[in-house]
């Protein structure tokens, strides 16, 4: 062997340990913070080495941490790509130190998909397409049309991008739905209220707000009510996760439903990251399995929910 064999950084798993490099997104929404938790948790619980960084939601310094993982020879690395575009380079170098990668929770836009073993998380098309679906059923029976605006998530980001064609393709089949208004909230409270704040002067009748995450709607529900109105009712809903704080609005009727994204990709990311250091094979896609929640399902889910 290895002798002396510490667990350090490169050690490539010669005394059994794995070092892994994680370059998280950034620390934007609840939902970042659980997928974080659940990222070092189950780095500990399987023993595994993680170097962790938070890039503050740029491209840049998620490129640069990546660079950093490959010249400490980490065992893996794993990352949750801000934008989808922009990555060949960096995953060529990882690939040519042999270093395997993992996409977790976005994905890229890479053509060249040897550049990644496997991408892990959420099918973000069929989130979009299960708030429309929930739009259009609350809507079956109305002759008048919808004015809804949407508050994005980070521009270029694989959820900003799904989540909207994913909703499109649904409420785009009937010309009522009209999408009055769309910006991004990079997936903020602030932005999301003073986005919000923006749609509200601009537009005086606005029927439904669709967020692309529970942060966004929380923020937009402040602006709501600053400007008189009562959220939930005079503007319905629709948000994307389901972490505690929006489960909460949703049970108090302040936002209408919510679909489902789970951040534990822990210990299924984990999983992956002991095959691929072995060189055995995994799946190329993994999908996150999720539900959706009315305001019902959210009063009866809430105390057991996890994050
Ligand atoms: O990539 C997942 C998304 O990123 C979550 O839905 C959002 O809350 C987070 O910021």
């Known amino acids: 062997g290895c002798g002396g064999g510490g667990g350090g950084s490169g050690s490539g798993g010669g005394d059994g340990s794995i070092t892994m490099g994680f370059s998280q997104v950034g620390a934007e929404s609840g939902w970042r913070t659980a997928n974080t938790k659940s990222v070092q948790e189950s780095a500990k619980a399987a023993g595994i080495t993680l170097k962790f960084s938070d890039a503050q939601q740029k491209q840049e310094n998620q490129i640069k941490a990546i660079r950093s993982y490959i ?5 893996v690395i794993a990352f949750s790509p801000v934008v989808e575009s922009g990555w060949d380079t960096v995953l060529k170098e990882a690939k040519n130190a042999k270093i395997p990668v993992i996409l977790t929770d976005r994905a890229v836009d890479s053509k060249d998909t040897s550049l990644y073993k496997t991408f892990l998380g959420s099918d973000f098309v069929e989130e979009g397409r299960k708030a429309g679906k929930w739009l259009v059923e609350q809507y079956k029976d109305a002759k008048d049309p919808v004015n809804i605006v949407e508050l994005q998530g980070t521009t270029g980001s694989a959820p900003a991008n799904d989540r909207k064609a994913g909703f499109q393709e649904v409420v785009g089949a009937d010309p009522k739905f009209r999408i009055v208004a769309s910006q991004t909230g990079d997936f903020t409270r602030a932005k999301g209220k003073e986005v919000m704040e923006a749609f509200l002067k601009a537009n005086p009748d606005i029927d439904v707000l669709y967020a692309h995450n529970d942060d966004m709607g929380l923020g937009a529900i402040e602006a709501i009510e600053g400007a008189g109105k009562v959220p939930g009712k005079d503007i319905k809903i629709i948000t994307v996760d389901a972490v505690h704080d929006g ?43 999720e539900t959706t929640f009315t305001q019902e399902q959210a009063k009866t889910a809430l105390p057991s929910r996890k994050y």
């Open 71 to 75: 010249q400490q020879k980490v065992d």
């Open 247 to 289: 489960m909460q609005a949703l049970a108090d009727g302040k936002i209408n439903y919510i679909v489902e994204c789970s951040p534990l990709l822990g210990p299924q990311l984990m999983d992956l990251a002991k095959k691929v250091v072995k060189n055995e094979s995994v799946p190329a896609r993994v999908v996150t399995e």
